[in-house]
Each structure stands twice: as structure tokens, then as C-alpha cells.
């Protein structure tokens, strides 16, 4: 098909890839290990590990699960924890070792833990002791046989493990009581692992590596399933459009990960793709105390910064932001949710930095859609195709439309899921027989190759037969002073069908509804204009911060 994107590509950049050299994300993994060894791969809470240190540590891993577990190639691990020194070890160990990650919610809820444990069929998890009492309380309906739990600060050094551990126990009293018979320390799985001589797994590109379970903001959660080649693709997708101007440099970066490696977008983009560049990994472990993430971000000559429109707005709220050093920032990636114009200008008013939106999907590993790292200003626009990837906005009968035409977008390429894990059917819905993976979203293409969304097809608010979209609302009502964060859905009306409500999060306590419904008579016509504003402390989210609208529908 044809690709107009390509003649907007940035000179120089390619338009397809080449992945012969790796047959796994275990593959990337050494290769950096051995070139960047003495080099600093991941800093937490004022610890820093190598990548010489980071080898050695995931092979501990890897043998212990090898000669002391049942656990066989392909079988499930669950890893449920927030971003911490212990994750990447965990990860790329189970990985040498063949196993297939389930990454884990550590806040999910009994009913979700089980879903997910039951579902994928997980054999094993890493779970951090302070949700413990969850698998706990659902172990004995799941597949897992093999526990290993980690306290915060293991990694750490003496004394401030042990300081920390206590205080976050015995002072904090974060860690309800949990029972597990049979389970094994992390500390006791790397020391008993390195003992043992580890054994090399052979692995194909077609065996999966993640089983990566969506967000469930419109449904039941499925397992995405990842294969090595959709993660080594997207890795080199993702590689390619970052370092091709040569302002990115192997060995020197260092970024920040205030996303949690659970989700799609932190694990390829910053766990991945800049461990691909040798970087240093400043993991955040909790992103949502703002001073103290601010407090860290000083500690930091950082290159590189990747979040959700709703972090960058709390950090820009946060009076301390600006006197944050931003002198060797080069790039600052905004996805998982729309990235509103307000915020995007403030970011680059405070930083000098301009926030590039992408737009991915777990479906698809995740990137589809970067904008070109050279922009300078925010475009309104997901970007353009990553290269080898084709995308297409299709009507409902599955044709193609123009220039500037609404429909849904549908991507195509190496970095597509091989399918939903056990839901053929599902799979069948949303990947068609020419390949296209059908994302959900409304989207346009300009003449010069942009995407840009106007909205998930499920979020659609129709007011009398006139299509209006969430996003446009909440972009609108984002640049209002008073207005902090603002969620926008349909809610049922007998004249019109639907008419649009706002849920408001106030900046300005004096803000009033009367003030809103003035401020949209200026920005928004007649149709789109709220009919029912609510004010609230804060919006449901997702853990990355994206808007949960079901949930503002039931507020």
C-alpha cells in the first residue's frame, strides 16, 4: 500500500527495519549487558546498579528458577510491582530462563489479581510484601505454585535497606499481614542462584515473551500476547526514530521512569528501547508524591522523559517544577492518553522542551504512532508510522477513506500482537484477515501523512444526530485557568439522545458552573457545549493515569 507518511519522515530516516540480528528481547538484553557493562543501567532510591551487575543478577535469577523450580519454558511468571531495582531483574531473568512475564497491577483487587493469575495460567509470581496479603487471599484459586516476595528496599545498601524496610513495616505500617507457606525471599533466590551454573534457553522469535493484559477501561482484561519478534521490532522501531538525528547517543543518556514498568509504554520505551542505548534508568517509585518526585528529578542531569498528559499537568502544578535543571533534557514523550494542547504549551514554556505526542496500544507492542523528535511546537497529531508499519482509517464496512476523512484506525506491521491469549474470537474481532489490528480509536489522516485521534469509537457522545467527541471537550475546558482536570461523557437525554456532562476537577476554588458554561459559549458551539457540569476532588484513572470514563459515568 502506499505510505504518504514517509514523505515527512525526518532525512535520513529509514523506512522499513531489520530485526535478523535478534532472534529475542534476551538477545538485545546481553548485547547491551556485555557493551555497556560498567556503565550505570538502573538508579533507585539512591542506589545504582550496572549492567555488568545487572547480567550477573538476572543470571542468578535464571538459574534458581532453572534448577529449583518445576517451571519449564513457556510457562507463566506474574511480576506485581512497582517500579523498583528488584523489576528489571525479575523480568530479564525469567526471560533467560524462557518463561513467558505477566506483568501485574500491584494495586489490583482480589477479583482482579484472580482474573489475571487464573487467566494466563501463572505458575509463578514476584510479588512485593506489602501486597502480598492479595495473592493471599486468592492463591488458592490459581495455577501458582512457586512465590518468591521482596520487601521495598532489598536491593539497597546496609544499613538503608534495613532503615527503610522498617520504617515502611513497623513505623508506616504499609505491609497488612499476609500468609504464604512455602514462599522464598528474593534475596534467597538471587544468593541460592548464583551456586547454581546457569543453562542457556534457546528461544524462537515467534514464542512469547509478554503477556501483556490490557488496561480493561472497555471491557474484561485479555492477555496480549507478545512475542520476542513484535518486542525486538518495536525496539528497533522505536531505536530508529529516536536516535536518527543523532542528537541521542549510545552510552550517554539517562531517563526518566515515572510510568510503571508494568505497563506497555515504560517497559518498551524507557525498560527496552533506552536499555538498547546503554541509558541509565532513574525508576520512580512513586510517581504520585509530585515533591518528592520533583525532590528526585533535581538529583538528575536527565536526557530523556516519557509520561501521560495527567503527570506532566501535575508537575507543572507543582511550584517547585521549574526550578528543575533542564538543560540536558533532548526529548519528552507524551502517550498512553491524549496530550492536551494546554498542557503541551505550558510543558514547553516551563522546560524549553517541546512534549511530542505518540500514540500505541498493548496490541501493538506498544508504538504505531511518534511524532518526529525534530518538532518543535505541539501539531494536535500522534505523528507519523513508525517505520515498517502501515496504518489505514476505515469506515464501517472496512474501506478505506480518504484525506481528512473520520474513521477507525487500523495499524499493521511486525509489532501486532500474535493475538488475545486463549480468545480466539476476540482476536478474530479485532485483527482482520489481512492483518489489520482495528484499534477502537477515531482517527484522521492529513495530506502530509499525520494521524491525528478524535476519539475511542465507545466514547463517542452523539447529541442529535452531530458526533462529539470527549477529547475535543476535555482539551477545551484543560486550558481554562480555574480548571484543574475535566472528564467529559454522554449521559442520556430525551430531547437530543445524549447530552454532554462534564466531570471537574477545580484548579480555583471560586470557579462556579456558571463561569464554565460562560467559558464554553466562547470556545465550544451549541451542540457540544456541557449540559451537566459536576465538581469533584479527583477523576478515576487508570494506573497510568488515564481517564476511566465508565467510571465517571457511574459518579
Known sequence: MERPWINSYPPGMPTDIDTSQYNSVVDIFLESTRKFADSPAINNMGKTISYGELDRLTEYFASYIQHKTNLEKGDRIAIMMPNLLQYPVAVFGALRAGLVVVNTNPLYTDRELQHQLKDSGAKAIVVVEM?????????????????????????????KSMLVNFVIKRVKKMVPPFKLPGAISFKDVLSQGAALPPTKVDIAKDDIAFLQYTGGTTGVSKGAMLTNDNMVSNIEQAYLWITNDGKVSQGEETIITALPLYHIFALTANCLTYMRLGANNILITNPRDIPGFVKELKKHKFTAFTGVNTLFNALLNNEDFKNVDFSHLKMVLGGGMAVQKAVADRWKEVTGVPLIEAYGLTETSPAACINPPDLTEYNGCIGLPVPGTDASVRDENNNALGTDEAGELCI????????????????????????????????????????????????????????????????????????????????????????????????????????????????????????????????????????????????
Open 131 to 159: 501486597f502480598a496479603h492479595t495473592l493471599a487471599d486468592v492463591i488458592e484459586n490459581t495455577n501458582v505454585e512457586t512465590v518468591i516476595t521482596t520487601r521495598v528496599a532489598d536491593m539497597l545498601d546496609f544499613p
Open 412 to 555: 499493521r506491521g511486525p509489532q501486532v500482537m500474535k493475538g488475545y491469549w486463549n480468545r480466539p474470537e476476540e482476536t478474530a474481532k479485532t485483527i482482520d484477515s489481512d492483518g489489520w489490528l482495528h484499534t477502537g480509536d477515531v482517527a484522521e489522516m492529513n495530506k502530509d501523512g499525520y494521524f491525528k485521534i478524535v476519539d475511542r469509537l465507545k466514547d463517542m457522545i452523539l447529541v442529535s444526530g452531530f458526533n462529539v467527541y470527549p477529547n475535543e471537550i476535555e482539551g477545551v475546558l484543560a486550558a481554562h485557568d480555574g480548571i484543574l482536570e475535566a472528564g467529559a461523557i454522554g449521559v442520556p437525554d430525551e430531547h437530543s439522545g445524549e447530552v454532554v456532562k462534564v466531570v471537574i476537577v477545580k484548579s480555583d476554588p471560586n470557579l462556579t458552573e456558571e463561569d464554565v458554561i460562560a467559558y464554553c459559549k466562547e470556545e465550544l458551539t451549541g451542540y457540544k457545549r456541557p449540559k451537566v457540569i459536576q465538581f469533584v476532588d479527583d477523576l478515576p484513572k487508570t494506573n497510568v493515569g488515564k481517564i476511566l470514563r465508565r467510571e465517571l459515568r457511574e459518579i
